[in-house]
């Protein structure tokens, strides 16, 4: 079993940056393929960014194409997701998702992954 830890959430003004982390114990990080989703109250879940098992391959939502950039480090465990230039429409919970899978599997839906973290609230706002 997968448990998945997301950190680096918080309050951000307009125009700021964070960076999310996801850890993942019970696998190593180089057995799976990780996504972020997010979750704003009222609407339901949305693939934002994913990264293949051995990093090659990444996705990214059209609303965070060129602001948003997701990488991994497997010596450390941790997948993170730099966020820059948010806006208020970012605002919601941000979940780290995991699947055991091929090297160069990737996706933005949410259906295919097993393992899910307990999410990290992400509030921009001034």
């Known amino acids: 079993q997968v448990q998945l830890v997301e950190s680096g959430g918080g309050l951000v003004q307009p125009w700021g940056s964070l960076r999310l982390s996801c850890a993942p114990s019970?696998?190593?990080?180089?057995?799976?393929?990780i996504g972020w989703f997010r979750q704003a109250p009222g609407l339901g879940r949305e693939g934002v960014s994913s990264?293949?098992?051995?990093?090659?391959?990444?996705n990214y939502a059209d609303s965070v194409k060129g602001r948003f950039s997701i990488s991994r480090d497997d010596a450390k465990n941790t997948v993170f997701l730099q966020m820059n230039n948010l806006n208020p429409e970012a605002t919601a919970v941000y979940y780290c998702?995991?699947?055991?899978?091929?090297?160069?599997?990737?996706?933005?839906?949410?259906?295919?992954?097993?393992?899910w973290g307990q999410g990290a609230q992400v509030t921009v706002s001034s």
């Open positions: 019970g696998f190593t990080l180089d057995q799976l393929a």
């Open positions: 998702a995991a699947r055991a899978a091929l090297y160069s599997w990737t996706s933005l839906d949410h259906a295919p992954y097993s393992f």
């Open positions: 990264i293949s098992r051995d990093g090659r391959r990444t």
